[in-house]
C-alpha cells in the first residue's frame, strides 16, 4: 500500500525557533512537494524536488527552504518561524511523469505562538 | 497561468440528496484536471482524474465528472449522497509550467450531509 508519512501530527513551537518538517515516502516516487493549507486558500505549494539534491521554487518559498538528500525523504525547514507560519503542512510525492498523481500525507499542524 | 474557481466554499445537502461541486478552471493549453478528496485530519486522495479522452470521468464512490471545454468546466457530481461524503472537496489543473507539470489547487469546497 502507498505510503506517505510526516514525522509529527501536531507540532507547537516559538517564534523565531529552526523547525523542521520531515515527510517520508515508500514508492520510490522522483517527485515530491510541500505544500501549505489555509481555510479558504485551499492548498498552496512551498517547493518541490524532482530528484535527489534538486529543488525548485512553488508559489509561497518566502521564509521556508528544503533539503532532499535521499530519494524517499523531503524536508522543510522554517529558519525562523513566525506567527503568519501557523498552518496545516502537507507533503505530498508523485512518480517523475505522472506529477498530476499525487500521493498525501496526513498533514502536520503548526502552531506558532 | 492556470487556475480553478470553486463556487461555494460550503455546500450542504441532505441524504440520498444529488450532490454537485461546481469548478471552472483557467488554462492557456489543453488540461488536466482533477477531484481530490479530503476527509477529518486526513490528506488528500484522488477522487478522478480528465487527461484526454471520454469527457465523462468515473471515480472512487460513485462520482463522476464531466470536462466541458466551451463551459472551461469540470463539475463534480453523485446521483445519491451519503453520509460518509462529508468532507472537503478540492478541484486541481495541471499544465505545463517551467518544463515541470504544476498543480494548481482550488480553494476547497466543505460538503455537509444532513441526515
Known amino acids: 500500500d502507498v505510503k506517505v508519512t510526516q514525522s509529527s501530527r501536531y507540532l507547537v513551537k516559538r517564534t523565531g525557533e529552526k523547525v523542521f518538517l520531515e515527510c517520508v515516502q515508500d514508492?520510490?516516487?522522483?517527485?515530491m512537494f510541500w505544500y501549505r493549507q489555509d481555510p479558504g486558500l485551499g492548498l498552496r505549494l512551498i517547493y518541490f524536488?524532482?530528484?535527489?539534491?534538486?529543488?525548485e521554487k512553488g508559489d509561497i518559498p518566502e521564509g521556508y527552504s528544503v533539503s532532499r538528500e535521499k530519494k524517499e525523504r523531503f524536508s522543510l525547514i522554517l529558519e525562523s518561524a513566525s506567527t503568519n507560519q501557523t498552518s496545516m503542512y502537507l507533503c505530498?510525492?508523485?512518480?517523475?511523469?505522472?506529477?498530476?498523481?499525487?500521493?498525501f500525507g496526513p498533514g502536520t499542524r503548526l502552531l506558532v505562538l | 497561468a492556470q487556475s480553478v474557481t470553486q463556487l461555494g466554499s460550503h455546500v450542504s445537502v441532505s441524504e440520498g440528496a444529488l450532490v454537485l461541486l461546481r469548478c471552472n478552471y483557467s488554462?492557456?493549453?489543453?488540461?488536466?484536471l482533477f477531484w481530490y478528496v479530503q476527509y477529518p485530519n486526513q490528506g488528500l486522495q484522488l477522487l478522478l482524474k480528465y487527461t484526454t479522452g471520454a469527457t465523462l470521468v468515473k471515480g472512487i464512490n460513485g462520482f463522476e465528472a464531466e470536462f466541458k471545454k466551451s463551459e472551461t468546466s469540470f463539475h463534480l457530481t453523485k446521483p445519491s449522497a451519503h453520509m460518509s461524503d462529508a468532507a472537503e472537496y478540492f478541484c486541481?489543473?495541471?499544465?505545463?509550467?517551467?518544463?515541470?507539470?504544476?498543480?494548481?489547487f482550488g480553494t476547497g469546497t466543505k460538503l455537509q450531509v444532513i441526515p
Open positions: 524536488s524532482y530528484d535527489v539534491k534538486m529543488k
Open positions: 488554462s492557456s493549453v489543453p488540461p488536466y
Open positions: 514508492m520510490d516516487h522522483e517527485n
Open positions: 486541481a489543473v495541471s499544465d505545463r509550467a517551467g518544463g515541470y507539470q504544476k498543480v494548481t
Open positions: 505530498a510525492s508523485s512518480p517523475r511523469l505522472r506529477v498530476e498523481t499525487q500521493y
